[in-house]
């Protein structure tokens, strides 16, 4: 079986193709390296370089491949960006979305997985987000990843598309030291960006309804996600039946404070984080139960935050500039 990886030269989709391969699978990328590189993708796996906003580029890629199935990771990511480049979040996230599902009905390609986000649901009202938590996106990225699970779900019933969408927060740390998180927007890079370069951290808001004022997500490790897009990948093959989205969460959280302590844990580098103002769109608290993810695609929390922590700062030691 041959997936299409749509942004799989980025730090996400780089750790789902190794996934593929380790699997057994056939992976091939398609990636404009608007932020992914080229180096993150093994010499063995065929690269296309474009945009999935080029119906005809994406395609001819499913052709030529004879790709069976897609994990959708391309998108914009960045929720507090998007509240000031709304029109671009939407062009890459809604209308990209669109062009790639064209292309898939085109091709007679009926399968794909949707890297989602926990930032459908906004601030939810709730200690603990399940699938049906009501969905109230504060961004333009939760609403672009939104309209997205929606055109799956309406292209389900006009063209028998099978899909799932996975839903989660911050993805952290590396499985290889090939590949590392490179966004300038992310808490890790930003921290050890600093770090390296010897300046003080910073904690985008200190203010929050939290326990310590921080905000408290579910940290994940990029392998674990990796191989939970990859399970969902052969359930499909396999014809299993699946819900159209999945919770990918941890079941408690974690604040930036604490992962800011066991940065200075981890890296031995003693320091005090200063405190900025918020970033807009970012809420409060968002923690995720993982329970139908367990049940259905092998989902588990493999690594400690210590563990995550770690693998990433050797991966930025190791490309230190």
Known sequence: MTWLVTGGAGYIGAHVVRSLLEAGLDPIVIDDLSSGHEEFVPASVPFVRGSILDGALVLRALEEHRVTGVIH???????????????????????????????????????????????????????????????????????????????????????????????????????????????????????????????TPVINGGDYPTPDGTNVRDYLHVADLATAHVVAAQQLDAGEPLEPAYNLGSGDGVSVAEIMAAMARVTGIDFAPEIGPRRPGDPARIVASGELAARDLDWAMRHSIDDMVRSAWEARVAHRD
């Not at 007679?108 to 603990?128: C, E, H, K, N």
């Not at 969905?135 to 939760?142: D, F, I, M, R, T």
């Not at 699970?149 to 030291?177: C, I, K, M």
């Open 73 to 199: 990771v391309a998108g914009f990511k960045y929720a507090g960006v998007s509240v000031q480049r709304p029109l671009h979040t939407y062009e890459q996230n809604v209308t990209g979305m669109a062009v790639l599902l064209g292309a898939m009905q085109e091709r007679g390609v009926d399968r794909i997985v949707f890297s989602s986000s926990a930032a459908v649901y906004g601030t939810p009202d709730v200690d603990l987000v399940t699938e049906d938590t009501p969905k109230a996106p504060e961004s333009p990225y939760g609403e672009s990843k939104l309209v997205g699970e929606w055109l799956l779900r309406d292209q389900e019933v006009a063209a028998g598309l099978r899909h799932t969408s996975l839903r989660y927060f911050n993805v952290v740390g590396s499985g290889t030291p090939d590949v590392y998180d490179t966004s300038p927007h992310n808490l890790f890079p930003k921290v050890f960006d600093a770090l390296v370069e010897e300046r």
